[in-house]
């Protein structure tokens, strides 16, 4: 079956615009999770969501974040105002299950999102 | 909050001998997971192998096993038979159970392979 897919694989934004992020997850997959990747480094963690319900926003570092997952399935990440600090890797992660300890996350390719 | 460090930003091995990578980890958890992923240029993000800390034997999933010592909060990657293929970003990560937790992942080791 499909892999969790990401849209678009790039963006490139001028410092102000507003951009969404779309991640399709594995068909069934009740957990989805964004990360951030900026480079050189290990992605960090910005929230996560339980079929529809955001149960965890933690990791987004500002206001001007915000995700959504209205059906459950395919979920999008919009970024306000960008700044240059936002430039990153945005992946997206899908696993099936909510208590097993023994569920993989599966990973999307990633946006590369640039802002000038 | 855990902590995961890789301190190898980069290595190198030589075309089918072996390698390990680095990883130390700071819980105060005695439950957790502990796993290996791979990323290449491509940027998918690939689950090499992965780890129960309750389990006392190393994972092993064909060329790639593992060194877990909980004691030490050390969990090192050895790949056996290094091909061209396994070129690429290895982060080690951490996650607390239940399974709908964040991964915590270590800044990565980047891998080369010389011919």
């Known amino acids: 079956g499909a892999g969790v897919s990401q849209s678009p694989r790039y963006k490139v934004a001028k410092r102000g615009q507003d951009v969404a992020l779309r991640c399709d997850p594995i068909?069934?997959?009740?957990?989805l999770f964004w990360y951030q990747q900026a480079l050189g480094q290990g992605p960090e963690f910005l929230t996560y969501f339980q079929n529809e319900a955001q149960l965890d926003k933690s990791g987004l570092p500002s206001d001007r974040f915000f995700a959504e997952r209205p059906e459950g399935s395919v979920s999008t990440l919009k970024i306000q105002r960008t700044q240059q600090e936002d430039s990153a890797v945005y992946l997206c992660?899908?696993?099936?299950?909510?208590?097993?300890?023994?569920?993989?996350?599966?990973f999307g390719p990633g946006t590369r999102l640039t802002v000038l | 909050a855990q902590t995961v460090t890789q301190s190898q930003p980069e290595m190198s091995v030589q075309e089918a001998e072996t390698v390990t990578l680095s990883c130390t980890y700071d819980?105060?958890?005695?439950?957790?997971?502990l796993f290996w992923y791979k990323q290449p240029p491509s940027r998918q993000m690939i689950l090499v192998i992965r780890q129960e800390a309750y389990k006392q034997q190393n994972a092993t999933e064909n060329r790639f096993s593992v060194n877990f010592q909980k004691a030490a909060k050390s969990f090192s990657l050895k790949i056996s038979d290094s091909q061209l293929g396994d070129a690429a970003m290895y982060f080690c990560a951490y996650r607390s159970p239940p399974g709908n937790t964040p991964l915590v992942f270590g800044k990565g080791t980047r891998l080369s392979v010389i011919a």
């Open positions: 819980t105060s958890e005695s439950d957790y997971y």
């Open positions: 068909s069934g997959h009740v957990s």
């Open positions: 992660a899908s696993s099936s299950g909510v208590s097993s300890s023994t569920d993989t996350q599966y």
